[in-house]
T-cell receptor, first 113, second 117 residues
Framework: AQSVTQLDSHVSVSEGTPVLLRCNYS??????LFWYVQHPNKGLQLLLK??????LVKGINGFEAEFKKSETSFHLTKPSAHMSDAAEYFC???????????FGSGTRLQVQP | GAVVSQHPSRVICKSGTSVKIECRSL??????MFWYRQFPKKSLMLMAT?????????EQGVEKDKFLINHASLTLSTLTVTSAHPEDSSFYIC?????????????FGEGSRLTVL
């Protein structure tokens, strides 16, 4: 079955330290991969997406993600966390032949002052 | 950029009543819209795919008679929760696809929080 696994349900970092949110997906030919952020009671905002171009994808707010086909991973990183980064992050995959998205279970990022 | 609007953002209703949620693509035509449901502290689950001018395609386990979807125009899809019960309380999010095929960019609405008393 096609699936997306976010390895950590909750990540806590201190402000100014690096952020790593992990994501693995079940293998598929050329999937499209996304990271979305959701602030409390808000909709989803696209952070970045991978669509078979460069494997290192830069997004908004200093986030980036690297597509590693051999590891079927698409981890999200940011060099220095900011308080405003505290939110829920979803790794999302669009599998070939399917228009709808498959969501990971989400990772709640907490940023400590 | 493209915008998808949902209305209402919050709705409270009594058990047994029906509630309609609208999803509009404001600056593009969307032949396909998707409805998701999000339980508290959970991920989004696809409920159905709404196709303009034809019947919606429901995911396994989603009651089509309970969650009525209408996609009457290229900019509007509606989700009606019929005979609502407290267990239907949830955050409902729609997304609209700009462009056809499997590569159309998806844009999400702000979500609608339904509370059934």
């Amino acid at each position: 079955a096609q699936s997306v696994t976010q390895l950590d349900s909750h990540v806590s970092v201190s402000e100014g330290t690096p952020v790593l949110l992990r994501c693995n997906y079940s293998s598929s030919y050329s999937p499209s991969l996304f990271w979305y952020v959701q602030h409390p009671n808000k909709g989803l905002q696209l952070l970045l997406k991978y669509t078979s171009a460069a494997t290192l994808v830069k997004g908004i707010n200093g986030f980036e993600a690297e597509f590693k086909k051999s590891e079927t991973s698409f981890h999200l990183t940011k060099p220095s966390a900011h308080m405003s980064d505290a939110a829920e992050y979803f790794c999302v995959v669009r599998y070939t032949g399917r228009r709808a998205l498959t969501f990971g279970s989400g990772t709640r990022l907490q940023v400590q002052p | 950029g493209a915008v998808v609007s949902q209305h209402p953002s919050r709705v409270i209703c009594k058990s047994g009543t029906s509630v309609k949620i609208e999803c509009r693509s404001l600056d593009f035509q969307a032949t396909t819209m998707f409805w998701y449901r999000q339980f508290p502290k959970k991920s989004l689950m696809l409920m159905a795919t709404s196709n303009e001018g034809s019947k919606a395609t429901y995911e396994q386990g989603v009651e089509k008679d309970k969650f009525l979807i209408n996609h009457a125009s290229l900019t509007l899809s509606t989700l009606t929760v019929t005979s609502a019960h407290p267990e239907d309380s949830s955050f409902y999010i729609c997304s609209a696809s700009r462009g056809g095929g499997n590569t159309g960019e998806l844009f999400f609405g702000e979500g609608s929080r339904l509370t059934v008393l």
